[in-house]
């Protein structure tokens, strides 16, 4: 039963096992979620750095650490996954792949709280090259951020200690790209 409807999120309820009321949110106007991770030469990762009003005004952290990501079917009906990834490694970081490695398909961000599943990509790129102005999606992406592979680890607990947030499917993808690359 839907309790909320707006075009881009539903609230919805539905029993659970128990005979509980579970409530959820549905993105009625996508199909799925893409995650991209940009591997430049085999030796550099673009992390996008975002403002995301939920984490902001929970008081949780001023900007997250994140990939090129996006719904797929929102704005371009019939959309495949694969269209998905190629366009939002394009809009979001003016990159294109010269080869892109779905890893996984249908993981779960918060199964309990949302709907929604996510597919992670690799996307290799041999030469850093813009081939597109990236968009700041809605003022959401402050800045693109590369870094070296071998100093993501020590580089993400600098910025936990900043106070800057890490998203779930960002540390799949890395380690998606650990199990890749050895």
């Not at 009625?28 to 673009?46: G, Q, R, S, T």
Request: with cysteine; charged share 30%; net charge negative.
């Amino acid at each position: 039963m839907i309790l909320y409807d707006t075009k881009y999120l539903q609230l919805k309820s539905t029993p659970s096992k128990s005979g509980n009321e579970w409530i959820y949110a549905h993105r009625p106007n996508a199909k799925d979620v893409v995650v991209i991770l940009p591997l430049i030469n085999h030796e550099k990762v673009l992390f996008l750095k975002e403002e995301r009003p939920p984490l902001q005004t929970e008081g949780i952290a001023k900007y997250c650490l994140g990939f090129p990501a996006g719904l797929v079917g929102d704005e371009r009906k019939g959309e495949s996954i694969e269209d998905a990834i190629k366009a939002e490694l394009l809009e979001e970081a003016g990159l294109e792949a010269d080869k892109i490695k779905i890893m996984t398909r249908k993981m779960a961000s918060s199964a309990g709280c949302v709907s929604e599943t996510i597919t992670v990509a690799i996307a290799y790129i041999s030469k850093y090259e813009i081939k597109s102005q990236p968009v700041s999606d809605g003022g959401v992406i402050v800045d693109r951020i590369l870094v070296d592979k071998s100093d993501i680890y020590k580089w993400l607990q600098k910025e936990e200690k900043n106070g800057v947030a890490l998203t779930a499917s960002s540390l799949a993808a890395l380690y998606f790209l650990s199990e890749e690359e050895k």
